[in-house]
T-cell receptor, first 110, second 115 residues
């Protein structure tokens, strides 16, 4: 069964810290992997999309890496800010299905 | 551009009632999706439409029907609502699916409660 897990489930850091969120998937035959953020009571906002042939993608303070062979992706957030507080979800695209992880709830304290 | 819009934002139904959730996108995307999000279960794909005129089942299609009305609109229908369908429903779209699939963009969601 295709499963996606995310560690940690929750994370609290002081403002200014660099941090890493982890996403693991059981089936390495992926099409692509996408990172989202979700604010409470809101929809999902796309952050980064990594195609299966890529190793990493960068957008501003965000950097996402992909290692298909080990079934892992990481989202690196540099110089965290209180506005980064949200739940971060990774989603793996497998052909006819999209499998989401349970999310990491991030709190950045001022 | 409005992106992906969904109506209604909130809905309360009684068991056995029917309703249709509406979704529209103005990004000229070919593919559209319906998900449900439940605490502890994450987001799960209900149905998707790879292109206008086609629909396919996702992970949890039972109890739902969909219609791809045109390229812009993709609706989700509950024929006889059950309490187990209490959830937050999200519509999403992407330019295409398959091996060269693009980013998915999500709507704001519909919060449905079935009593």
């Amino acid at each position: 069964k295709q499963e996606v897990t995310q560690i940690p489930a929750a994370l609290s850091v002081p403002e200014g810290e660099n941090l890493v969120l982890n996403c693991s998937f059981t089936d390495s035959a992926i099409y692509n992997l996408q990172w989202f953020r979700q604010d409470p009571g809101k929809g999902l906002t796309s952050l980064l999309l990594i195609q299966s042939s890529q190793r990493e993608q960068t957008s501003g303070r965000l950097n996402a890496s992909l290692d298909k062979s080990s079934g892992r992706s990481t989202l690196y957030i540099a110089a965290s800010q209180p506005g980064d507080s949200a739940t971060y979800l990774c989603a793996v695209h497998y052909g006819q299905n999209f499998v989401f992880g349970p999310g990491t709830r991030l709190s950045v304290l001022p | 551009n409005a992106g992906v819009t969904q109506t209604p934002k909130f809905q309360v139904l009684k068991t056995g009632q029917s309703m249709t959730l509406q979704c529209a996108q103005d990004m000229n995307h070919n593919s559209m999706y319906w998900y449900r999000q439940d605490p502890g279960m994450g987001l799960r794909l209900i149905y998707y439409s790879a292109s206008e005129g086609t629909t396919d089942k996702g992970e949890v299609p039972n109890g739902y029907n969909v219609s791809r009305l045109n390229k812009r609109e993709f609706s989700l229908r509950l024929e006889s609502a059950a309490p187990s369908q209490t959830s937050v429903y999200f519509c999403a779209s992407s330019f295409q699916t398959g091996r060269s699939s693009n980013e998915q963009f999500f709507g704001p969601g519909t919060r449905l409660t079935v009593l």
